[in-house]
């Protein structure tokens, strides 16, 4: 992966996992928790770090870090590799730059269709009323 320079300025925490388990449990921190910080990237330009900003704005806390937890596994070796990988995906999706989208002018058959079901529609209608006998 292109963006693999990035795990240098990941911080890593292990906690205690939730969930129903034995003894062993309480005593154990599977889960790992990833921290990264978008504005204090080293590595990252600063347009990257504005498209980031804009496109993982729900996923991003109010210091602008993006925080990932995972507790798939029992193993923290695991679990950290897990979420390194998927870190790496959710930064290249990130940096993706959507297309503009072009505006196409719409078909006169599919104009012209429409025009002709809302007059089969009116006719259908005016055909329910009573007869004007006057």
């Given amino acids: 992966m292109k963006y693999s320079k990035l795990i240098p ?11 129903s388990g034995g003894q062993h449990v309480n005593k154990v921190s ?7 910080n978008v504005s204090n990237s080293a ?4 347009t990257q770090k504005e498209l980031l900003k804009t496109t993982l704005i729900n996923r991003l806390n109010s210091n602008n ?3 990932l937890h995972c507790d798939e596994s029992r193993s923290q070796h695991k679990n950290k590799s897990l979420i390194i990988s998927r870190f790496l995906q959710i930064i290249e999706q990130g940096l993706i730059i959507p297309k503009k989208r072009i505006p196409t002018k719409t078909p006169k058959k599919v104009i012209r269709k429409r025009l002709e079901n ?5 006719d259908r209608k005016s055909n329910r009323k009573k007869p004007d006998i006057d």
Avoid: N, P
Wanted: charged share 30%; glycine share 4%; net charge positive.
């Fill in 65 to 67: 870090e993006l925080v």
């Fill in 43 to 46: 590595i990252l330009t600063d």
């Fill in 30 to 36: 599977s889960k790992v928790v990833l921290t990264f």
């Fill in 118 to 122: 809302k007059k089969k529609q009116s």
């Fill in 9 to 19: 300025e990941l911080t890593f925490r292990a906690v205690r996992s939730s969930g």
